[in-house]
Each structure stands twice: as structure tokens, then as C-alpha cells.
């Protein structure tokens, strides 16, 4: 076989047979756990070739790399991180670590106050991980000053997509209170004015000791946790809020679970305030079955009563919107 036929074949699915026909012709069903796996292996050697590259840069940048007790090491000087005690992705990385040791060195600086000890600057659940499993921490250690740490600590850990949208509410909320400058904000989260004011608003609209309660709520995006700040600020909701967070079951639930049961007891119960009646005919026949909500008006004809009436209501729709919308309009002659 020639390289141009091979390389043919192998766009047609049809290397070391020739004639026969590809997979597609076949009628064959592609298996897609295969290609899935396949996804998955080069995310993650994506993941390890930027690892390799911020190593380089870090060995070329003359940077040490140490291996530090944990107890010597403090966390940065503003917190990314909701962190709740039921969190299985922590569990896998002390598994991960226990098993393969630390694959990427966390970054901190020396502490600018206590000779001896350092200041981390991202990596904080890999220095957690070392705690627990009491080993020593791997640490690039670098000079930084307050600005250059958060900066740092926000854009490893959206190279990494590591912080849910809350967290990064959160961390925008805790930086200004810090009183850094926008533009530190804006680049410590790599994104706009407009977005460092949106999380922000968010943050303050949900009170810290629920957020914190709450946790990360990776699967939880904008649109939710704004739906949720706008349920705490009617009536009694707080309240309602801070005594559910302190139950036994609602702690055992992980950050989604709570999430989601806090929202599922905000929101208002709608079918409770549903009421029902019949619509009866003049000669006292019952027609209809209607339905009242607070969102809509369900209208149900007893086809056994009247056959067919439903069907004609339905023809008739058009006409009777149109009267509707016209009694809305009123005199357009300027009579009263």
C-alpha cells in the first residue's frame, strides 16, 4: 500500500483491509465510552503539559523549590475557598496524594512579618492534604509583594477552573474589603469591571455565615445563587435560612445538596396556594374544572358533559384575545 493509500485509509476508517468497508458504512455504533476515555486522557495530558511549563518558567525565574512542614506555612492573606467539612473532591486528592505523592508544587512567599515561616499563595488545598497525611509540602517559594500574591492565587486557580462562581464572588468581595484597587481585582479574576461589580453585589446579598454553611456549589452557577439572594431578601428568610443551616441532616448533605435544599425551602410552595372551582352551566351542567395559581389559570373541559367543547373554545381563541386586548385600549376619540 502506498502512503497516499494509507493515509486515505486511515481517514476512511479502513487501515489493513483495503476493500472493506469503514465502521460507518458497516452501520456500526461508535463506542462512545472509548472516545469519552479518550477525552479525558488528553485533558489531562493537556493539564500535565501545563504543569511541565510552569515549572520551566519557574526553574528559568531562578525560583527554589523547597520541601516545607505544613505547620510553617499560613494561608494567604485573603481566602478564595468556601470550604464545608462533606467535600469528596478533597477526599480524592488526599487519596491522590497518598498514592502518588504531590504532583504540582504550591507557590508561597516568605511571611512578611515571622522570620521562618512562609505565606501561601495558591495551593491551599495540596498544603491541607500534606497536614493531613503529615508530609512535607512541596513549595516554589518567591518573592511577592501583597498585590503580586493575590493576583497569583486568582489566576492559578482560574487556569486551573477551580473556583465555583460563588468562591469567586467571594474572593472579589474579600479583596476589596482588603481595600486592594480594582485593577488588582480585575486581574487577580481575569475579567472586567462590570464582572468585579457583579460579584461583588452578589457576595454582599448573601449573608457570610450561609455562604460558608453553603460551601463552593460547583454545580450551582450565576442565574441560582441570584435567585437565592433574591429569596433572602423577603420576609423572614434569613432567619428562615440560618435555622435550616444548623440542622444535623442539612450538615451531612455536601455543598450541591445544601445548596439546593436551601433554595427548595425558600421558594414559595405554589401548589398550596392553587385553589379550584367549577364553571356550571345555566342549566347546572358542570363544564369546566378551573384551576387558580399564582403563575397561571388552567381551564378543563369535561368532554363527557359537553363533547367537543373544548375543541370549539380552542377555534375561538384567537377572536376572544383580540376583544380582550381591545377592552384594554379604551376610546380613542377622546370621549370618556
Given at each position: 500500500m502506498s502512503r497516499k493509500d494509507t493515509v486515505e485509509a486511515l481517514f476512511k476508517g479502513r487501515l489493513g483491509a483495503p476493500n472493506a468497508p469503514s465502521a460507518v458504512e458497516r452501520g456500526e455504533r461508535v463506542r462512545t465510552g472509548a472516545i469519552s476515555?479518550?477525552?479525558?486522557?488528553?485533558?489531562?495530558?493537556?493539564?500535565?503539559?501545563?504543569t511541565v511549563a510552569r515549572l520551566q518558567d519557574q526553574i528559568s525565574a531562578g525560583d527554589r523549590v523547597l520541601e516545607l512542614d505544613p505547620a510553617d506555612v499560613d494561608a494567604s492573606l485573603v481566602s478564595d475557598r468556601l470550604m464545608i467539612e462533606v467535600d469528596p473532591t478533597f477526599e480524592a486528592l488526599v487519596v491522590s496524594m497518598a498514592e502518588s505523592g504531590q504532583q504540582v508544587p504550591i507557590l508561597v512567599r516568605p511571611h512578611p512579618t515571622e522570620a521562618g515561616r512562609y505565606q501561601a499563595a495558591y495551593g491551599h488545598r495540596r498544603l491541607r492534604a500534606a497536614s493531613r497525611l503529615k508530609i512535607k509540602v512541596q513549595a516554589v517559594v518567591r518573592t511577592l509583594s501583597d498585590a503580586d500574591l493575590v493576583v497569583a492565587q486568582g489566576k492559578e486557580n482560574l487556569e486551573r477552573r477551580d473556583l465555583s462562581f460563588i468562591e469567586r464572588a467571594w474572593?472579589?468581595?474579600r479583596l476589596e474589603d482588603r481595600g486592594f484597587d480594582r485593577s488588582v481585582v480585575i486581574a487577580a479574576l481575569s475579567?472586567?469591571?462590570a464582572d468585579v461589580s457583579r460579584y461583588v453585589a452578589m457576595a454582599r446579598a448573601i449573608p457570610?455565615?450561609?455562604?460558608?454553611?453553603i460551601g463552593p456549589a460547583p454545580k450551582a452557577g450565576r442565574a441560582r445563587w441570584a435567585e437565592l439572594a433574591e429569596k433572602l431578601q423577603q420576609g423572614d428568610a434569613v432567619a428562615t435560612a440560618e435555622a435550616l443551616i444548623r440542622q444535623t441532616e442539612f450538615l451531612s448533605l455536601d455543598s450541591d445538596q445544601r445548596?439546593?435544599?436551601?433554595?427548595?425551602?425558600?421558594r414559595p410552595a405554589v401548589e398550596h396556594k392553587k385553589t379550584q372551582e367549577m364553571w356550571v352551566a345555566k342549566d347546572g351542567?358542570?363544564?369546566?374544572?378551573?384551576?387558580?395559581?399564582?403563575?397561571?389559570v388552567?381551564?378543563?373541559?369535561?368532554?363527557?358533559v359537553a363533547p367537543a367543547f373544548g375543541d370549539y373554545v380552542l377555534r375561538q381563541l384567537d377572536a376572544l384575545l383580540a376583544a380582550y386586548e381591545g377592552s384594554l385600549v379604551g376610546p380613542r376619540d377622546g370621549s370618556s
Open positions: 476515555a479518550m477525552g479525558a486522557s488528553l485533558a489531562q495530558l493537556s493539564e500535565n503539559a501545563k474572593f472579589a468581595r475579567c472586567d469591571k457570610e455565615i450561609i455562604a460558608i454553611s445548596f439546593a435544599r436551601l433554595l427548595e425551602v425558600l351542567r358542570k363544564v369546566a374544572r378551573v384551576q387558580r395559581g399564582t403563575e397561571r388552567v381551564l378543563a373541559f369535561d368532554e363527557k
